[in-house]
């Protein structure tokens, strides 16, 4: 045998005989053995922690890009909201000017300026004294108003008796009563002084056609009765819309 070969089986001699036989295993041993189990159970848990962590991370990724995409989403919503309301307030504003350019005024007021005029049961009164006739539909030759388009017109009177008369008129829409006004402005009961002065009024809101006539007409009582003028008694109306 050569030297070489002599060398290693002394050096494996020596290192089994070190080595701890099976069957002969020491608590130190065993100590060992579990820091190694624990060791990698350690491990086992650290990288399912680290494997968890990683999911997280993505789902929170995917969390704030679709926050993102939902604030973007808001945006664009809200900016379409804005361009309505514009385009909204745009086209009212379009709308009111069509409508300034184009509305028609209609608009009158008369009244009985001369001391007074006697009027007959079912007669027109007729207001000369022409304040405002705006669009020219109040004829103050025979005190008719022709409403010149269709539309909804607002009529006031304001009726006031000559002394020692009873007069009741009425605001008529083709000759048909709409309201009526009354003023009595007779003696007292011993004949020797009149009453106060009392101003009857009538109001009348009417849906009319183009050509239909309104007027304030004599409607009670029979004969000839006396209205006191110097601008107390008054026709007016206007168009609403």
Do not use: C
Not at 6 to 12: E, G, K, P, Y
Not at 108 to 133: G, Q, R, Y
């Amino acid at each position: 045998m050569n030297r070489a070969f002599v060398s290693v089986v002394i050096f494996l001699s020596l290192h089994l005989s070190r080595a701890t036989p099976l069957g002969h295993v020491t608590s130190k041993d065993n100590g060992k053995i579990f820091f190694k189990r624990t060791l990698v159970n350690y491990q086992d848990e650290i990288t399912s922690l680290k494997n968890n962590i990683a999911a997280l991370e993505e789902r929170v990724t995917k969390l704030e890009t679709g926050k993102a995409s939902h604030v973007m989403l808001s945006n664009q919503v809200e900016n379409i909201g804005s361009g309505i309301d514009e385009n909204h307030k745009i086209s009212k504003r379009a709308i009111y000017r069509r409508r300034k350019i184009f509305r028609r005024e209609v608009a009158f007021h008369a009244t009985l300026t001369k001391p007074s005029a006697t009027v007959k049961m079912l007669e027109n009164i007729v207001f000369s004294n022409v304040i405002t006739n705006i669009g020219h539909a109040y004829n103050h030759h025979t005190g008719v108003f022709t409403a010149p388009i269709h539309g909804t017109y607002t009529f006031n009177t304001n009726i006031v008796a000559e002394r020692g008369h009873y007069i009741e008129a009425s605001i008529v829409r083709n000759g048909e009563v709409a309201v009526s006004a009354i003023s009595d402005h007779r003696f007292s009961q011993d004949g020797k002084h009149f009453t106060t002065w009392d101003q009857g009024n009538a109001v009348a809101i009417l849906r009319l056609n183009k050509g239909d006539k309104v007027a304030v007409a004599l409607q009670w009582p029979e004969g000839s009765h006396a209205i006191h003028g110097r601008g107390k008694s008054s026709f007016s109306g206007y168009l609403l819309r």
